[in-house]
């Protein structure tokens, strides 16, 4: 027969150390968990009354030997969370998850202000644009390249889930700065099938003997179908036949070298013009044709202002444009809804160019039942608008997003959303956002939740004036994004 004392529940090591300490406990302190009463359940995995022995205290394990006085001086926790959420669970920093050290914190800092590593907007098929300027990367003494390396895939983690595309500019490279061979087919192994899965091309500007050695070393090594993604790009105008480059922040020195290549090439063409060859061909795209003052057709829907198609489609619903409605409408289907990555995947580019001309043509639209054909019109019409929905002048509010409390985010969006905005501005930013809760409600079965969607369109509905978006700036305009599709019902009032 087994003694009363057996029975008797047993001081966790916690409570054990604390009456080590003061001599005695207190007799109101009643806290106790289920592990002090193990006698009908022995021997768990985690029974913290097997660290006791039966005829005394134990020695205490060294781990907590170091107990702070304020832990042992603090009220036990019952095991839930605190009402104020954001203090346990700590407010988010930009590189807190990147960094392993307060130096390395420092360092990555360094990089997203130099803009070594930018995260710009999308293309015109949907898909992000991530460029990295080697003229803006550190030199190696300065930073390790590994230190570099799990920056770039901490950066890449949180777009590689959707189709996105690499722009590297290879001038400026230099020994300084140049890491070695060995360290690329490192950097090579180390992207595995969740980084190279999505990347849907990989523009090398400006490529010299280096990288084009590097790329026969490294060729018997690399996939055939990664080797496919991969672009030589010799100048900008080369560049700008794949991607618009008004939003794409090229570094200077970049901008200076592609001029003195064009100069030299031009030279080079007008000898071989001489000579009786063929000059080259020259053309003007849309945008080229904005600039130079003509006036887009009544019809068209990208690249113009709001007020341009309201003026234009007298028949026009609440503000709502044509296009949008229309892409909207469609998506709303359940089929549609609850298509797995919608809005992650890009689409066909020869498709949505068509769509794109169809509509500003005024053209009845088809989307070839293809819900990614709408998702991207979508967003392409979000991004080609010649002031994004938030506005220039909200822009610089919306980067103080993260600075703010939480009853200060509450309050400032409203007054920004319902006073500030624009009319048909908030009319359509409503009419987006609670389509959007619609999309995250089905979450379960599409994969986008409200922070997935907040970095899908955050970047399509606020960008500064120059267009170009920094890194540094893409991580509040996501959380703003993300605090408006979890509390729209309260924002969106009227």
Excluded at 96 to 103: G, K, P
Excluded at 162 to 187: C, E, I, R
Excluded at 237 to 257: A, M, R, T
């Amino acid at each position: 027969m087994e003694s009363e004392s057996e029975h008797q529940p047993k001081l966790s090591p916690v409570r054990a150390f604390r009456l080590l300490h003061s001599g005695n406990m207190d007799p109101d302190e009643n806290y106790t968990s289920l592990s002090e009463y193990h006698d009908y359940e022995p021997c768990l995995e985690f029974d913290d009354s097997e660290l006791v022995q039966n005829t005394g205290l134990a020695p205490l394990p060294p781990e907590l030997l170091d107990i702070a006085d304020d832990f042992i001086d603090e009220t036990p926790s019952d095991g839930t969370i605190e009402e104020n959420f954001e203090k346990e669970l700590g407010s988010p920093k930009v590189y807190a998850e990147i960094a392993t050290t307060s130096q390395e914190y420092d360092y990555f800092a360094e990089l997203a202000r130099n803009g070594a590593i930018d995260v710009v907007g999308d293309d015109e098929v949907g898909r992000r644009i991530i460029v990295i300027s080697a003229c803006k990367l550190p030199s190696s003494k300065d930073l390790h390249p590994d230190k570099l390396l799990r920056y770039l895939m901490c950066t890449l983690d949180k777009y590689v889930e959707q189709d996105y595309s690499v722009v590297y500019f290879h001038h400026g490279l230099t020994s300084q700065n140049k890491p070695p061979l060995s360290w690329l087919w490192k950097a090579y192994r180390a992207f595995d099938r969740k980084y190279k899965k999505n990347l849907k091309a990989l523009y090398l500007v400006h490529p010299t003997n280096f990288i084009r050695i590097v790329w026969q070393m490294l060729r018997p090594a690399i996939s055939v179908k990664f080797g496919r993604k991969m672009m030589y790009v010799n100048s900008l105008h080369e560049l700008q036949q794949h991607l618009g480059l008004e939003k794409i922040p090229i570094p200077e020195q970049v901008l200076e070298y592609d001029k003195m290549l064009e100069s030299k090439n031009s030279r080079g063409g007008r000898r071989k013009e001489k000579d009786g060859g063929a000059p080259a061909r020259q053309g003007h795209s849309s945008s080229d044709a904005r600039k130079y003052g003509l006036s887009p057709p009544a019809t068209q829907q990208f690249g113009v202002s709001l007020q341009f198609i309201k003026e234009n489609n007298p028949d026009m619903i609440d503000s709502i444009p044509p296009i949008v409605r229309q892409c909207v409408e469609f998506l709303s289907q359940p089929d549609a809804l609850e298509t797995e990555g919608i809005f992650r995947r890009s689409a066909n580019v020869t498709v949505i160019k068509e769509l794109l001309r169809a509509c500003n043509r005024g053209e009845p639209l088809t989307f070839q039942n293809d819900p990614h054909n709408a998702a991207v019109l979508l967003k392409t019409f979000l991004r080609d608008l010649e002031e994004p929905l938030m506005t220039f002048e909200l822009y610089d509010e919306i980067l103080k997003f993260q600075t703010w409390s939480h009853q200060e985010k509450s309050r400032q969006v409203k007054f920004m959303i319902r006073e500030m905005l624009p009319l048909d501005n908030y009319k359509l930013l409503k009419y987006i956002i609670q389509f959007l809760w619609k999309v995250q409600d089905r979450s379960c079965l599409n994969k986008m939740t409200s922070n997935n969607l907040a970095v899908v369109f955050g970047p399509n509905l606020a960008w500064p004036p120059n267009g170009q978006m920094s890194l540094h700036s893409i991580a509040p305009i996501n959380a703003f994004t993300d605090f408006v599709l979890e509390n729209q019902e309260s924002i969106f009032i009227i």
